[in-house]
């Protein structure tokens, strides 16, 4: 089954913790804290592959988490990293933040790769937060948080030439004859209902064309499959026309061929900027050859070019399942091609990009928030979180280096604005204490600690 979008949740590892160790050893002098740090968590990073073709790994499974980093361990020996999580897309999948629908990296090219989500840093042991005058620190800092988040994938076929046209009007039986695809074909409406790729080989090069399934009126609105089809011929640089000229289905060529220009110019004004080769399918049906002198007394063939050219378009006669006609439309096609890529110019994609470095950069980290709930004042802040995690509450120094934290921070004053008294209940995290300002207080000489980065 073809599958060209998926919903998936990412989430890096998590920063190992610093170890909280002393060495005490016989005849080891001055052991003191010797606690490492700990490891950075994992990544979570897409890469490319030429060798996938559709997102259907992704239907079944839709959770992605990179490892998290090991803990600090005594000896200051330092906690392993996280390995990476590698998730490999097929090329052409466009990645996208659900939340913003910020589009994080458009996967073109074989072995592109990218972050999409950072592991946690690792955190300090408690021998980096020795000083001359606190020895012995019992406390050590928390790895750094996840990032998980929601990302849609959504694939676009990557092709040099698109085929489109009604259904069965000879697309697939194009392909067929031209590449060495198989695709299924049948006389009956919408034998193709996933796009087909094959590789045409001319002259010493190729190219890759695609088979668009079957577009019908209204596609543009999402009748029928819809942006389904539509979506994956924009990114193609040359389209085929295919119209089935004999009308044996009881529809008029010039119509059919009317109907489809309106579909591509009406789901985006760029598909008919593309360069457009029209081919007049199934010349035998009307009894017909590929002799100039046998197409100039069929009726049915000349009025439908004279109406196309009419509209600036060269017109290919063709019988494609006895291969009349095809070599002179893959010609075309390679010189419309050679002269897109001559002048060829990346367009400009209708996402806005994500912004990788204000992810990495959040202003309001540092800064601590309180609010009452109605029956709490409730204090919070994410640097303010990890701090909390890092506090060893049996220890009066790491206790201390938490509510010196807080108090420096000024929310004390915010909170008194909104009617914060002595023995009023604060909640910090899952943590509840009574304020007494007089407790929570420092005296200006107390050493100045340390931010956590």
Do not use: W
């Not at 002393?22 to 592959?49: H, S, W, Y």
């Not at 080769?277 to 007394?297: H, T």
């Not at 990788?356 to 609010?371: H, I, L, W």
């Not at 060893?392 to 280096?401: A, C, E, H, P």
Request: charged share 30%.
């Amino acid at each position: 089954m073809f599958v060209d979008r998926a919903k998936i949740t990412i989430k890096s590892g998590k920063g190992g913790n610093g170890a909280v160790t002393f060495r005490r050893e016989a005849f080891v002098p001055e052991g003191g804290p010797d606690g490492g740090d700990g490891g950075n968590g994992g990544n979570v990073v897409f890469l490319a592959d030429e060798n996938l073709r559709t997102l259907m790994d992704f239907r079944y499974k839709r959770k992605y988490e990179a490892e998290n980093g090991q803990d600090g361990m005594k000896k200051k020996r330092y906690g392993k990293n996280g390995e990476d999580l590698i998730i490999k897309v097929p090329v052409g999948t466009m990645v996208i933040d659900e939340e913003s629908g910020k589009l994080m990296m458009d996967m073109t090219e074989h072995g592109q790769s990218f972050v999409a989500a950072k592991g946690g840093r690792g955190g300090k042991g408690n021998m980096k937060f020795a000083t001359p005058t606190r020895q012995a620190p019992n406390f050590a800092e928390a790895g750094g948080f996840a990032k998980e988040r929601n990302i849609i994938l959504e694939m676009k076929l990557i092709a040099d030439v698109g085929l489109v046209g009604f259904p069965n009007v000879g697309k697939s039986s194009l392909l067929s004859m031209a590449t060495s695809a198989r695709p299924k074909i049948a006389n009956y409406h919408f034998t193709t209902i996933d796009p087909n790729l094959g590789v045409v080989q001319i002259y010493d090069t190729s190219f890759v064309m695609a088979d668009i399934a079957g577009i019908i009126e209204g596609a543009h609105e999402g009748a029928g499959l819809g942006h389904y089809f539509l979506k994956h011929i924009e990114r193609t640089k040359v389209l085929i026309h295919v119209v089935d000229v004999s009308g044996c289905e009881g529809r008029d060529p010039k119509d059919d061929f009317d109907k489809i220009n309106a579909e591509l110019s009406q789901y985006s004004e760029k598909l008919m900027k593309k360069p457009q080769i029209v081919v007049a399918n199934k010349i035998d049906v009307l009894g017909c050859s590929a002799d100039p002198e046998d197409l100039e007394i069929c009726d049915e063939y000349i009025q439908f070019k004279e109406y196309v050219e009419a509209k600036g378009y060269k017109v290919f006669p063709m019988s494609a399942p006895g291969g009349i006609g095809v070599k002179e439309v893959i010609e075309e096609a390679y010189r419309k091609l050679q002269e897109v890529e001559e002048n060829f110019q990346e367009e400009e994609s209708e996402y806005e990009y994500f912004d990788f470095e204000a992810d990495d950069y959040d202003p309001d980290y540092k800064k601590v928030f309180g609010e009452f709930d109605g029956k709490a004042y409730c204090i919070y802040g994410k640097q303010l979180e990890k701090i909390f995690n890092s506090t060893n509450f049996n220890d009066f120094g790491s206790r201390r280096y938490l509510f010196k934290y807080i108090e420096n921070s000024g929310v004390y004053e915010v909170l008194k604005e909104i009617g914060l008294e002595d023995g009023d209940t604060i909640k910090l995290f899952d943590m509840e204490f009574e304020y007494y300002e007089d407790e929570y207080s420092y005296y200006e000489d107390e050493d100045d600690l340390e931010d956590y980065e």
